[in-house]
C-alpha cells in the first residue's frame, strides 16, 4: 500500500469530520486523497507530496469546522456548548481563515515549524525507542549485567571467564537466576550449500532468567550443559519459519550445526528481541579443560542476571565485591579483579547515550532557533494586523476573546507545522536508521509511531501556546482610539527592541550549535587522519572458523591454516597473505597473563597480562606492520621448534627500557597454560581497540604453536582482484564443507568503528547548517522589515543629500550589529557548553582556537549576506516617492 | 425563486462535471479542475460534503457505474445528475448569462471581447 502514514494522518483527522460525512464517505474521501497524491506527485514531483498534505488538511478543517459552527447538518438543531467550545470552534474556523488569506506567512511559518518539529520528532523516535522504552522483558529492571573490574588495569567493563562465573554462580545469593552468554556463529548444513548462521550460547536457564515463554515446544531442560550433554537448540521465529515453514511438527527435529546434529527444543516467539540477534540459541556447556586454572584469565563470557525479589542494586554489588575478594586469595587470575553491576538496559545504550542526547540538545536548539523566526514573524503580522484589531475591540470585543483568537490561531499554526513535520520525520527516520551504526541497539526498530506523534503533537501545542501569548503580549494593548491613527508608521521602539533582541538570541544559539558541530567535525577527521600502525588499504579479510568436531587437535587446525595460506600464496593474483586471530578495529581481542623470565618484580602471581594474538608468517607483512627489531615469524616455528613470542613497542619499552628484549624469555598463559617462549621480535604499536585508544601492552605467538579453532585471512592484492572467490575456491579445495565467514575490505573495519562517530558529526553538522540558515532569514526578515520601516526616513535623508553607500553601510551596520551582538553572546554560551563534549572529541580542547575564531567567522559573513539585500532595497529608495507618502 | 437561484460556485462546478454523464469521485475533482483551468481544486471534503448536500437536495443521486471488461468499479461510487439538477443548472447558467449579456452591453471590461 502507498503512503501508509499519509493515509495514517488522514484517516486521523477524518474522524473531526461530522459522523454521517465520514460514515458513508470515508473510504471514498481516502481514496479520493491518495489518487490526488499520486496524480500530483506524477505532475511535479516537488514538494508534491507536501502540497497535497497540507492542502488535503486544510480541507478537511476548514470544512469541518465551516459547517460545524454554521448549526451542523441540515435539520439538526445548532447545539450551544455550556463550556464555550462553540466560540472556539468559530475561532478555529476564523484562524483558519486567516491563516489561508496570508498564504506566504503560512507557508514560512508552517515550513519553518515543520522543520524544527520534524527534526526533533525524529531523533526523539529514535532516543525513545533506543534509550527510553524498557526492554521487552517482564520485570526489566531487576536485569542487570555483571563484569570483572580491575581498577589497577583501568578495565572497568571485562567479560567473565567460565571458572569464574561457575564460582559466582555457585555463592551468589542476592540473584534469582544467572547466566552465561557467548556469541557464537555455527555453520547450519543440510540446505543447497552451508550457511554460516548468527547464534548464541547461553546457559540452560537464559530464557527463565529473561521470562520469555516459548511459542511451540520448551526451554533447555537444566542439565543441558552438562558436557554432551545432548546437542539441543532454540530456534528463532525468522529461522522457524525459513527452514521449518513454520510447521508445528518442528519440535524434536534435527538440525545440522558445525557437522553435529542438534534436536530442536523449542521456537521463541516473534516479538522475542535480544540486545544480539541470533538464529539459534544452543546451550553453553563447559568442558573440563575450560575450567582449569589456565582459563580464569580467559574473560570472554557476557554474564546476566536478575535480582532476587527484594533485595537491592547496593546489596547484590556488596555480595558480588565480597566473592570476587575471596576468589582473589585463591586464585592468582583472580587476584586484583573485582565485580561490578550494570543494569542490562543501561549497559546496551551507554556508549550511545551521550552521543544521542547531544543529537537530542542539537534538534532542540533548531526548534527553539524556528520559534523564535516564527514569533518574529507573528510580531510582524501583529503590527499588520493592530488596525483590524482596533476596529474589533471597538465594536466591543473583550480582550480575553482577542486573546483567546489569537491562541487558538497560533496553536493552529503550530499544530499543522507539526503535522507536517511529522510527515517529514517518517520522511527522514528510514534515512536516520540507514545512516545509523548498525549496532545502535533496536536501531531497527525505531518508527514514527503514534507514541512519537502524541508527542509531536503535545510539543506543537505547546509551542502554540507560546506563540499565541507573545504575539498577544504586543498584540491586546491596541486601544480602539489606534484607529484614527491608522496610519502611523512603524512599531513602537520597544517593540523593535524585544525584536531585536530575539534576533540576538537566535544567532547565539546557531552560533553555540555550529561551534558544536565544528568541534566533532574537527575531531572526527583528526580521528580519520590517525595513524593506526598498520596499512588500511588494498587489503581483504575474510573469517574462518574450524567446526571442533572434525578439528579437534591442534595440528589439524594449524595445518588447514598453513595450507590456505600456502595455496593463497602461489597464487599471483595475490601480493601478500597471513593470518590473525584478533583483527586491529574488529572488536574481537584476547587476553592473557604474562611473567618476564628471572624478573621477579614480573612474576605471574603479580597478574600482569597482555593483549595477545596469534599470527601466521607473512601476517606482519601484509597488514604493513613494520618490524623494529629482530625478525618475524616464519613456518618454521612450528609446534616441534622452541617457542617464540614477539612483543610490541610499547611492552619493550616498558619492561626493557633500556636494554634489547630479543633473546630475553616470556612466559605466557594461553590455551594450553603458562609456556615460556623465547622473543624473537619487536613489533610497531597498533592501535587495535580503536583509533582513539592508546596501543596496549601486547604480545604475538605463531598461531602454529597454539593453534585456534579461528582466525581472520588477511590478502594483500592488486586492485581489481577478486579476492573473495580466490580464497573462496582456495577453502573449499581444501575443505568443502568449511563456510567462509564474512569478507570484508579493511576499509570496512575502519568505517565499521568510525560510523558512529560519523552518524553524530554528520547529524550535527546537519542541524547546525539549518540553525544558520534558519538565523539567516531571521536576519534577513528583521533587517527588511526595519528598511520597509524607515522607508520614509530614507528618503528624506537621500533628498537631503545623503550618499547611497552611507545609506547601504547603515542598513548594513544595524544588521551586523545584531549579528555580533549575537556572535559575542553565542561564544560565550559555547565556551560553557562545549566542556560537556569534552567525552565525545578526540586529541582537541573543546576550547579549540581554530573552531572559535572561524565559525564566529561565518556567522558574521552569513549576517552580512542576509543584510545585502534590504540594505540594496534602501539605496533604491526614490526619494521623492517617499516623501511623497509621509 | 429568488432565495434559491444562486447555487454555491463548488455546486454548480459538480453540476456541471456531470452534467453529461455519471462520474466518481476523482473524474469530478479532475473534471472540474480541467473545466475552471485549474482554479477550483475540489479536496477530498469539499467534494463529499457537497455531493452528500446535493443528493440530500435531490440534484445529484447515486448511480451504478458503468460496467466495462476489467472496469475497476469495484466499490466505486459514481454521481449523476437528476431532472431536478439539471433544472437548478440550467436556471443558475440563465442567470449567469443574463449577466454576462448585461456586462457586454455595458461594455464593463474595455478592449476585452466579451463573448
Redesign the interface.
Known amino acids: 500500500m502507498k503512503y501508509p502514514f499519509a493515509r495514517f494522518v488522514y484517516r486521523m483527522l477524518l474522524r473531526l469530520?461530522p459522523r454521517?460525512?465520514r460514515e458513508?464517505?470515508s473510504?471514498?474521501?481516502?481514496?479520493?486523497?491518495v489518487?490526488?497524491l499520486e496524480?500530483e506527485s506524477e505532475r511535479d514531483g516537488r514538494f508534491a507530496h507536501l502540497r497535497v498534505v497540507i492542502?488535503?488538511v486544510?480541507?478537511?478543517l476548514s470544512?469541518?469546522l465551516g459547517?460545524r459552527t454554521r448549526g451542523g447538518w441540515?435539520g439538526s438543531k445548532p447545539v450551544r456548548s455550556p463550556l464555550g467550545f462553540d466560540g472556539l470552534r468559530r475561532d478555529a474556523f476564523y484562524a483558519l481563515r486567516s491563516l489561508r488569506h496570508s498564504p506566504a506567512f503560512s507557508a514560512i511559518a508552517v515550513l519553518t515549524l515543520a522543520l524544527g518539529l520534524g527534526g526533533s520528532v525524529a531523533i526523539f523516535s529514535v532516543v525513545d525507542h533506543v534509550l527510553l522504552r524498557p526492554l521487552p522483558f517482564p520485570e526489566p529492571s531487576e536485569l542487570y549485567t555483571v563484569w570483572e573490574t580491575n581498577v589497577e588495569r583501568g578495565r572497568t567493563k571485562s567479560l567473565v571467564s567460565p571458572p569464574t562465573f561457575v564460582d559466582w554462580k555457585e555463592s551468589a545469593e542476592s540473584f534469582s537466576q544467572m547466566s552465561a552468554l557467548s556469541v557464537a556463529a555455527p555453520t547450519l548444513s543440510g540446505g543447497d550449500s552451508p550457511e554460516r548462521i548468527s547464534g548464541m550460547m547461553a546457559s540452560p536457564n537464559i530464557f527463565e532468567l529473561l521470562s520469555v515463554p516459548m511459542l511451540l515446544g520448551g526451554s533447555f531442560p537444566s542439565e543441558a550443559d552438562a558436557p554432551r550433554g545432548g546437542n539441543l537448540v532454540v530456534l528463532s521465529f525468522g529461522l522457524w519459519q525459513s527452514r521449518f515453514g513454520s510447521r508445528h511438527d518442528a519440535i524434536g527435529q534435527t538440525l545440522d550445526l558445525d557437522d553435529e546434529t542438534y534436536t530442536v527444543v523449542g521456537v521463541l516467539p516473534s516479538d522475542f528481541q535480544f540486545p544480539q540477534h541470533a538464529d539459534v540459541w544452543m546451550p553453553l556447556t563447559f568442558q573440563p579443560d575450560m575450567l582449569g586454572e589456565g582459563m580464569r584469565g580467559a574473560r570472554y563470557l557476557e554474564v546476566i542476571a536478575r535480582l532476587r525479589q527484594g533485595v537491592t542494586e547496593d546489596q547484590a554489588k556488596a555480595e558480588m565485591s565480597a566473592i570476587a575478594r575471596s576468589l582473589g586469595e585463591s586464585h592468582p587470575n583472580n587476584a586484583g579483579w573485582d565485580a561490578s553491576l550494570v543494569g542490562l538496559r543501561e549497559n546496551l545504550v551507554l556508549e550511545y547515550r551521550s552521543a544521542l542526547f547531544l543529537l537530542l540538545f542539537a534538534t532542540l536548539m533548531v526548534l527553539v532557533i524556528a520559534c523564535v523566526n516564527v514569533v518574529n514573524l507573528v510580531l510582524v503580522r501583529a503590527m499588520d494586523g493592530k488596525q483590524e484589531k482596533a476596529v474589533r475591540l471597538a465594536l466591543g470585543a473583550t480582550g480575553w476573546r482577542l486573546f483567546r483568537q489569537s491562541l487558538v490561531q497560533h496553536t493552529m499554526l503550530a499544530v499543522l507545522g507539526g503535522l507536517v513535520g511529522a510527515l517529514i520525520a517518517s520522511w527522514a527516520v528510514p534515512s536516520l536508521i540507514r545512516l545509523a551504526p548498525a549496532e545502535l541497539p533496536r536501531i531497527d526498530d525505531v518508527v514514527v509511531d503514534a507514541r512519537v506523534l502524541a508527542t509531536c503533537v503535545l510539543a506543537s501545542v505547546a509551542v502554540g501556546c507560546v506563540l499565541g501569548v507573545v504575539s498577544s503580549l504586543t498584540g491586546t494593548r491596541v486601544t480602539p482610539g489606534i484607529v484614527v491613527r491608522a496610519n502611523q508608521i512603524g512599531g513602537a521602539p520597544a517593540r523593535q527592541r524585544n525584536r531585536r533582541a530575539l534576533m540576538v538570541l537566535e544567532v547565539a544559539l546557531s552560533l553555540v550549535l555550529l561551534i558544536g558541530a565544528g568541534l566533532l567535525i574537527r575531531s572526527f577527521v583528526k580521528l580519520q587522519n590517525v595513524d593506526p600502525g598498520f596499512s588500511t588499504s588494498g587489503i581483504t579479510t575474510a573469517s574462518i572458523s574450524l567446526p571442533r568436531s572434525r578439528y579437534e587437535t591442534g595440528p589439524q587446525r594449524a595445518s588447514l591454516f598453513r595450507d590456505v595460506i600456502e595455496r593463497l600464496a602461489q597464487r599471483q593474483q595475490v601480493s601478500f597473505v597471513g593470518a590473525t586471530t584478533n583483527l586491529p578495529l574488529s572488536g574481537s581481542a584476547m587476553s592473557f597473563g604474562f611473567s618476564i623470565d628471572g624478573r621477579p618484580d614480573a612474576t605471574l602471581n603479580e597478574q600482569l597480562s597482555a593483549e595477545y594474538h596469534a599470527v601466521t608468517p607473512g601476517y606482519f607483512r601484509t597488514m604493513g606492520i613494520a618490524l623494529r627489531a629482530g625478525r618475524p615469524f616464519e613456518w618454521i616455528d612450528d609446534r616441534s621448534a622452541p617457542q617464540v613470542v614477539i612483543v610490541n613497542e610499547t611492552m619493550a619499552r616498558r619492561y626493557w627500557p633500556d636494554e634489547d628484549p630479543v633473546g630475553k624469555r616470556l612466559t605466557v598463559v594461553s590455551q594450553g597454560g603458562p609456556t615460556s617462549r623465547e622473543i624473537v621480535g619487536v613489533i610497531a604499536d597498533v592501535r587495535h581497540g580503536g583509533l582513539a585508544t592508546l596501543p596496549r601492552v601486547e604480545v604475538y605467538v605463531p598461531l602454529s604453536q597454539d593453534p585456534w579453532s579461528f582466525a581472520t585471512l588477511v590478502v594483500r592484492a592488486p586492485e581489481g582482484i577478486q579476492v573473495s572467490d580466490i580464497v573462496r575456491a582456495d577453502l573449499a579445495s581444501l575443505d568443502a564443507a568449511l563456510p567462509l565467514g564474512s569478507v570484508l575490505p579493511i576499509e570496512g573495519h575502519v568505517a565499521r568503528w568510525l560510523a558512529p562517530l560519523q552518524f553524530q558529526s554528520v547529524i550535527v553538522a546537519l542541524f547546525a547548517a539549518s540553525a544558520l540558515v534558519l538565523s539567516a532569514l531571521g536576519i534577513y526578515g528583521v533587517i527588511s522589515y526595519i528598511v520597509s520601516l524607515s522607508t520614509n526616513e530614507i528618503g528624506v535623508r537621500m533628498a537631503l543629500g545623503a550618499h547611497p553607500m552611507h545609506v547601504f553601510g547603515s542598513v548594513v551596520g544595524q544588521g551586523v550589529g545584531l549579528a555580533a551582538g549575537g556572535t559575542v553572546l553565542g561564544v560565550a554560551g559555547a565556551l560553557l557548553a562545549t566542556r560537556f563534549l569534552s567525552g565525545l572529541l578526540f586529541e582537541i580542547s573543546p576550547f579549540d582556537p581554530v573552531v572559535f575564531t572561524a565559525v564566529p567567522a561565518l556567522v558574521v559573513a552569513v549576517a552580512l549576506l542576509a543584510c545585502f539585500l534590504p540594505a540594496r532595497r534602501a539605496v533604491r529608495v526614490d526619494p521623492v516617492a517617499a516623501l511623497r507618502e509621509v | 425563486m429568488e432565495k434559491s437561484t444562486t447555487l454555491k460556485p463548488q455546486w454548480f462546478q459538480i453540476l456541471l462535471a456531470i452534467a453529461d454523464g455519471e462520474l466518481h469521485g476523482l473524474g469530478i475533482m479532475k473534471e472540474v479542475l480541467e473545466q475552471t483551468d485549474g482554479q477550483m481544486r475540489l479536496w477530498p471534503a469539499m467534494l463529499y460534503g457537497s455531493l452528500k448536500k446535493m443528493v440530500d437536495d435531490g440534484l445529484v443521486e447515486e448511480r451504478e457505474g458503468p460496467v466495462g471488461p476489467g472496469s475497476e468499479t469495484d466499490r466505486r461510487r459514481f454521481y449523476g445528475i437528476t431532472e431536478a439538477g439539471r433544472q437548478r443548472l440550467a436556471d443558475e447558467v440563465a442567470r449567469l448569462a443574463k449577466y454576462v449579456r448585461v456586462a457586454g452591453e455595458k461594455d464593463v471590461v474595455r478592449g476585452t471581447v466579451i463573448p
Open positions: 469530520t454521517e460525512l458513508s464517505y473510504e471514498e474521501m481516502e481514496r479520493l486523497f489518487e490526488t496524480m492542502g488535503a486544510f480541507d478537511l470544512w469541518t459547517n441540515r
